[in-house]
């Protein structure tokens, strides 16, 4: 069974930074993709960044250059790094995983709150 583990949200003030990190644990997994996914309240959930097996990374235009992806296969864990926050950054943010058969995996989410 694959679970995955959110950290490192949090209230941060805009322009601040925060960091999050999802670690993955369970046998017999092989990963496609990782990703992270947000979603604020009446909104639909929308990918942030997404990195690949091969290391392809994707971020949704919102946050280029202000957010990055990045991945420690030792660990097992994906990790958000975000900079220059704004109040539209507040959501609850969630990792996302889909392995090679293209199961689906998500963590509960952790909650990132951006006050102006």
């Known amino acids: 069974q694959v679970q995955l583990v959110e950290s490192g949200g949090g209230l941060v003030q805009a322009g601040g930074s925060l960091s999050l990190s999802c670690a993955r644990s369970?046998?017999?997994?092989?990963?496609?993709?990782m990703g992270w996914y947000r979603q604020a309240p009446g909104k639909q959930r929308e990918l942030v960044a997404s990195?690949?097996?091969?290391?392809?990374?994707n971020y949704a235009d919102s946050v280029k250059g202000r957010f990055t992806i990045s991945r420690d296969s030792a660990k097992n864990t994906v990790n958000l790094q975000m900079n220059s926050l704004k109040p539209e950054d507040t959501a609850v943010y969630y990792c996302n995983a889909v392995d090679v058969l293209s199961s689906v995996y998500w963590g509960q989410g952790t909650q990132v709150t951006v006050s102006s």
């Open positions: 369970g046998s017999g997994f092989i990963f496609k993709v």
């Open positions: 990195i690949s097996r091969g290391n392809i990374i």
